[in-house]
């Protein structure tokens, strides 16, 4: 299981998120302690790399931006966006 570790940014900006936002986010986070592998590659020219992400929310209208460190087991949440 990997450890969720936020930025002292992104905890603003799940404040900001929305009551039906912060529920996906919950259920995202989930999703994260177990395999934050599945995200997309944030550069899709570089398919293995640690920085990733997924969206979230009803129609996908979140985003969170995170980078896997495995040697460690940390998730380090680096952006939290909500478009909705």
């Given amino acids: ?6 930025d002292d940014e992104v905890l603003d900006q799940v404040a900001d998120l929305p009551a039906e936002g912060l529920a996906a986010f919950r259920e995202l986070l989930k999703v994260l302690e ?3 592998w599945r995200g ?3 550069h899709v020219a570089k398919p293995d790399s640690e920085v ?3 969206p ?13 460190l ?9 952006l939290v966006q909500w478009i909705g």
């Avoid at 299981?1 to 936020?6: F, K």
């Avoid at 129609?59 to 995170?66: A, F, H, K, P, R």
């Avoid at 495995?70 to 680096?78: G, S, T």
Wanted: charged share 15%.
């Fill in 1 to 6: 299981m990997y450890r969720i570790v936020p």
């Fill in 34 to 36: 177990l395999v934050p």
């Fill in 40 to 42: 997309h590659p944030q």
């Fill in 52 to 54: 990733r992400w997924m």
């Fill in 56 to 68: 979230f929310g009803p129609g996908d209208v979140g985003q969170v931006v995170y980078l896997v």
């Fill in 70 to 78: 495995d040697d460690v087991a940390e998730v380090h949440l680096l």
